[in-house]
């Protein structure tokens, strides 16, 4: 896909982390280096991966929301959801007057009853369900007008529809709550049968259902509230085919498919197994793909502590925490705001599902501590930008920021003037 320019708030970009990522692109263009860069303070240093913040997607949605609120004065704007997970851009938008018509767990706000055909809704980067589209259409709703789904959610439900029109049915790696599973639950229900695993864990259940090495009463046990009425485990996965949640970890989606393909083997025949099976790996979502590994390159780095900074419902946020926590102690904070000093810091805790308070968190005992920070795909750079300066504020003694990112402001324009 064709890298399209788009217009952000000049709120949300970054005097920092801009000059890296675009010094980054010049020195590699074909992003073939997940090496982080080293910004060197001195007695601290930060790690900065190579891919990290806003995706394509999310800039899509970020352009559409603000130019349709730009071009509409005057009219109700109503956003269905969040329209990415993070608090930053979705508050600026309730500034602006725009209205959520549901919360993320789908409970309602704002009846869908109660608007108008002058009204307009905008579809969140997550896309929506077939039964809120056909909902809106009947109050006169065009709800594909300010349409800001990802690209790379849609190409998951084209997939799914190829396979669906060939008689296959569906397996969605992803949580069945989540907005984006929703969404593409729904879209597959309507061609196909469909299930949801979350992990690898279900994974095995479903595959050991399939093999008959557990009984199919197991199946409504670990399943039934999240597939298709009437699914047959038995039935439904002779012929199927395993799409995802675009923000789920790949490397998980990639344990997924093949432990169910396994399972096809073992049922169908490894010499039949690719009819019974079908290779969805092209629908991974390229953005979540270079994030992660971008990520698993900074916890390669050895760092001595990790700060992921982006929304606490941001699934794509939770696996990058995932990933460095193995590695580092690791704080998923919201933004700047969660901490004032070394002593504390408020920070989410996503296998508890509650936000802690950690003391002392920030090793504080030897120079040249060297700390991780990225951010969600939905964060803006400038969030990011602002636990670095604040996080320098604890070393006095720290190098002056413009001296550091000197080099890198110098790449990015000799670029410009050649």
């Excluded at 193995?326 to 296998?351: K, L, M, N, V, Y």
Aim: glycine residues 6%; proline residues 6%; hydrophobic residues 35%.
């Amino acid at each position: 896909m064709a890298r399209k320019k788009f217009e952000i708030p000049a709120m949300y970009k970054s005097p920092i982390i801009k000059n890296v990522k675009e010094a980054n692109a010049v020195t590699d263009p074909r992003k073939k280096d997940l090496e982080p860069t080293l910004l060197d303070f001195g007695p601290v240093s930060f790690l900065i991966p190579r891919h990290f913040g806003f995706c394509y997607g999310v800039e899509n949605a970020i352009d559409i929301a603000y130019r349709t609120v730009e071009e509409n004065p005057g009219k109700n704007i109503y956003l269905l959801s969040e329209m990415i997970h993070n608090p930053t851009v979705n508050e600026d938008l309730q500034k602006k007057g725009v209205k959520f018509l549901f919360d993320t767990d789908g409970t309602i706000r704002i009846p869908i009853d109660s608007l108008d055909s002058d009204d307009i809704a905008i579809v969140p980067a997550f896309g929506t369900t077939l039964e809120i589209q056909e909902k809106l259409q009947e109050r006169g709703i065009d709800p594909y007008q300010y349409n800001t789904t990802c690209p790379f959610v849609e190409k998951v439900w084209k997939r799914g529809n190829q396979l669906g029109k060939k008689g296959y049915s569906l397996v969605i790696h992803g949580k069945h709550r989540h907005e984006e599973t929703r969404a593409t639950f729904s879209h597959s229900a309507n061609h196909s049968p469909v299930v949801v695993v979350l992990n690898p864990d279900e994974a095995h259940i479903l595959a050991d259902i399939l093999t008959e090495k557990r009984p199919i009463e197991d199946f409504d046990i670990h399943f039934g509230h999240k597939c298709t009425e009437g699914f047959n485990p038995l039935k439904d996965l002779e012929f199927f085919g395993v799409i995802n949640q675009t923000t789920m970890l790949a490397t998980e989606t990639q344990e997924v498919m093949d432990i169910l393909k396994q399972a096809a083997a073992e049922r169908f025949g490894e010499k039949e197994v690719l009819k019974h099976f079908a290779d969805t790996s092209d629908t991974l979502c390229y953005a979540t793909n270079e994030n992660q590994s971008a990520t698993y390159a900074l916890a390669d780095a050895a760092p001595d502590v990790a700060i992921v900074v982006g929304g606490y419902n941001s699934s794509n946020t939770m696996h990058l925490v995932e990933i460095l926590e193995h590695h580092c102690p690791t704080f998923h904070i919201r933004d700047a705001g969660e901490f004032e000093s070394p002593d504390e810091i408020q920070h989410f805790d996503q296998w508890k599902k509650e936000l802690l308070t950690t003391k002392n968190w920030l090793p504080t005992d030897h120079r040249g501590l060297k700390i991780a920070l990225t951010s969600g795909a939905s964060c803006p750079d400038v969030l990011v930008d602002e636990v670095l300066l604040k996080m320098l504020e604890f070393y006095p003694d720290a190098k002056e920021v413009k001296d550091v990112i000197s080099p890198f402001v110098k790449t990015a324009s000799e670029a410009v003037q050649n």
